[in-house]
């Protein structure tokens, strides 16, 4: 009987302990519901947000094309060093942020709500862009001294851009020397672009000649500093007879794969993430001033006009995960990107 009560008592207490500090069970579906309520409510801020700044990622960007910047230019291609600062101090001014070429053609453009994206690009690697000191400091006068230079004077304004590279690597011919100026890039924050080895005509060239050229600076890059290039600027700005073959290619055991390919003018740039963007012709500008033809095509031009149409600029929402516009431009919208997509 005695152990009848206690096999008893131990049950009840199972039962008791059971039941204690427990919460009803919740209701079926409050959860769900719960986190429903919580991604609208989000979503709702996100809208607000992109709408105060009058996002929109489906504007067009500035993809600005340089060459040398040196004290006595000789084409009109060069920029003095302080038409290169002027030229910077002007994006900054207008509330542009430097972003990669990289970066731009995937999509991923972290810069502030309210800010505008600019690619700064840098054709056939010449020692004016980047030159070493002893010490492993950018010179002065040099492109990436000045654009370190005007960024520290502008916080958000980033010191990056793309380096379209050539056999003459910055004027070095050493490897050891060409590693340590291209890894330079690589650790501070720059992209490196692929410009073919010798910077020749694409246009008619066979398939072959076009692997060769694209593929073997591809081939130097990658063994100097394990970077495979996301992008390619054209010499000239001229396609190959099947622009698909600038994107794509091989040349021995080194295979080359573009998410964009640049041309060389002469207007802005689709968005990423528009139905007008062409990966594999995407347009830059030339940075010089209103003079010739350069009064309506060239960057001072663009950037007027950009400035005057601010409906038609990109303008972020400070979110990279989302891509925000104003809801009647929804047709413009890639349809890749329809997850993304935030019209308010």
């Known amino acids: 009987m005695r ?47 992109a709408a105060k700044v009058k996002a929109n990622e489906l504007g067009q960007v500035p993809v600005l094309m340089f060459h040398r910047v ?21 994006l900054a001014k207008d509330g542009y942020v430097p972003v990669t070429a990289a970066e731009f053609v995937t999509g ?18 010449s020692p004016s862009q980047l030159t070493l000191d002893e010490v492993g400091v950018p010179k002065p006068e040099t492109a ?6 005007v960024a520290a004077r502008h916080p958000g304004f980033r010191p990056v851009a793309t380096f379209y590279v050539t056999r003459d690597m910055f ?24 410009h073919t080895r010798d910077h020749v005509n694409l246009r008619g060239k ?18 100097l500093t394990s970077v495979k290039p996301v992008t390619l600027a054209l010499p000239y700005g001229n396609q190959p007879s099947h622009k698909e ?11 080359y794969d573009h998410s964009g390919v640049f041309l060389a003018g002469y207007t802005p740039a689709a968005s990423p993430f528009s139905r007008s963007f062409d990966p594999l012709g995407i347009p830059r500008i030339r940075a010089m001033d209103k003079k010739g033809d350069c009064a309506q095509f060239c960057s001072t031009a663009w950037l007027d006009w950009l400035k005057s149409n601010p409906d038609m600029r990109y303008t972020s929402d400070g979110d990279v995960t989302t ?9 413009f919208l890639r349809t890749t990107y329809k997850t993304r997509a935030l019209p308010y």
Do not use: Y
Request: contains cysteine; proline residues 6%; hydrophobic residues 40%.
């Open 245 to 255: 073959w600038a994107a794509r290619g091989k040349l021995g055991n080194v295979s």
């Open 70 to 90: 040196i004290r006595n230019p000789t084409t009109t291609d060069d920029r003095t060093p302080e038409q290169f600062r002027a030229d910077l101090e002007r």
């Open 323 to 331: 891509v925000a516009f104003p809801k009647f431009k929804d047709p």
């Open 206 to 223: 066979s398939k072959q000649e076009v692997e060769e050229q694209i593929g073997s600076i591809a081939q130097q890059i990658g063994a």
């Open 3 to 49: 152990l009848r009560v206690s096999i008893g008592v131990g049950l009840a207490a199972v039962v008791v302990l059971a039941g204690c500090g427990s919460d009803p069970a919740p209701k079926s579906g409050t959860g769900k519901a719960d986190t429903a309520a919580q991604t609208k409510q989000t979503r709702a801020a996100k809208l607000a947000a």
């Open 108 to 125: 991923k453009m972290d810069i502030p709500a309210g800010a505008h994206p600019v690619v700064l690009t840098f054709d056939d690697s």
């Open 171 to 194: 004027g070095k011919t050493v490897p050891e020397e060409q590693a340590e100026t291209l890894l330079w890039l690589k650790q501070n924050g720059f992209d490196i672009g692929n």
């Open 144 to 149: 990436v001294a000045i654009l370190r230079e």
